[in-house]
């Protein structure tokens, strides 16, 4: 079955650009641009570039996060924790974003740095994106649709949505290829397991997460863990690797649908899924005063109960 661009990831897409096109102009989520940091750790996975893309890669600061667009080179940044920790457990964190920027502080570093923390390491995957206009404030007012719809349109709803991104997502599943791929090849010098490899994503990074799992050939992934992704029924293909899945019940992904935990039900495959009362769309590791802001505890509990996180020696 072609899953190249599946409803899950279109709907990742769609949410995206719906979230940024509502609040990317509200005040405390103003665009400020950022200068590229020099990420000295950052590997180039050396996967191609991109079609049709008019600019290079930039990076703007929103929510107090760091965030980068246009990128045309993806990377893998090792966060390896203390000898004295290391599990051998390896996780590649794949940052959200619509698949036209990266959120790489909140879903991507911080959370790199929470696993190592507890013997894991983790690898942040900078994987390509979809292009977005050179200057930020084209890149916002396309994000950022008219208030009212131009003159002759018949349709409000349709004025006032952004352009979908039309292209597959081929780039970023062969870049988590890649990744997965290094990390195998280099796994006796960084200490891991090539056979405990986990992957997790957050928004759009749960629908590549996803994405992989369901497309590509040549990874074989220990486990999953999609966070705050689109939640519609999948083909489960065999051999697919146990879940670990997070949402909010007041995120506009969620909407009620179960059918993606119905979907690894049925298969038989173990799935665990946790449905937080409050939490909203994109809080990472937790934002003040919300239940979902215990969701990493618990995948790391879910990690030792089910051996992918032993102890160390």
Do not use: C
């Amino acid at each position: 079955m072609d899953h190249s661009l599946t409803n899950f990831a279109k709907t990742i897409v769609w949410a995206f650009l719906f979230i940024f096109s509502t609040s990317g102009m509200a005040q405390d989520g103003t665009i400020y641009p950022l200068d590229n940091p020099e990420e000295p750790n950052a590997i180039p996975l050396e996967t191609g570039g991109v079609e049709n893309q008019p600019a290079g890669e930039t990076w703007f600061r929103q929510w107090g996060d760091p965030m980068a667009r246009n990128i045309t080179e993806a990377t893998l940044t090792p966060f390896l924790p203390d000898p004295d920790k290391a599990t051998g457990t390896t996780i590649i964190v794949a940052p959200g974003g619509g698949f036209r920027w990266l959120s790489m502080g909140n879903e991507g570093w911080e959370v790199a740095e929470a696993l190592a923390e507890k013997g894991i390491a983790a690898f942040v995957l900078k994987y390509r994106l979809h292009p977005t206009p050179k200057s930020l404030d084209d890149f916002r007012t396309s994000m950022n649709p008219p208030a009212t719809p131009p003159a002759g349109s018949s349709d409000d709803k349709e004025a006032r949505r952004p352009e979908r991104p039309r292209s597959s997502l081929s780039n970023q599943l062969e870049d988590a290829e890649a990744a997965y791929a290094m990390i195998v090849e280099r796994a006796e010098e960084w200490g891991v397991d090539p056979n405990n490899i986990g992957m997790i994503g957050f928004s759009a990074g749960a629908g590549l997460t996803m994405h992989s799992t369901l497309n590509s050939r040549t990874m074989k992934l220990a486990f999953i863990g999609p966070i705050y992704g689109g939640m519609n029924a999948v083909e489960v293909p065999e051999n697919a690797p146990p879940m670990f899945n997070v949402i909010a019940s007041d995120d506009f992904l969620f909407n009620g649908e179960f059918g993606l935990i119905e979907s690894w039900y049925k298969a038989n495959v173990p799935v665990e899924f946790h449905l937080y009362q409050n939490g909203g769309h994109g809080f990472g590791l937790g934002n003040p005063d919300r239940t979902s802001n215990r969701w990493f505890d618990a995948f790391i509990y879910w990690l030792e109960v089910n051996n992918f996180l032993p102890k160390p020696e």
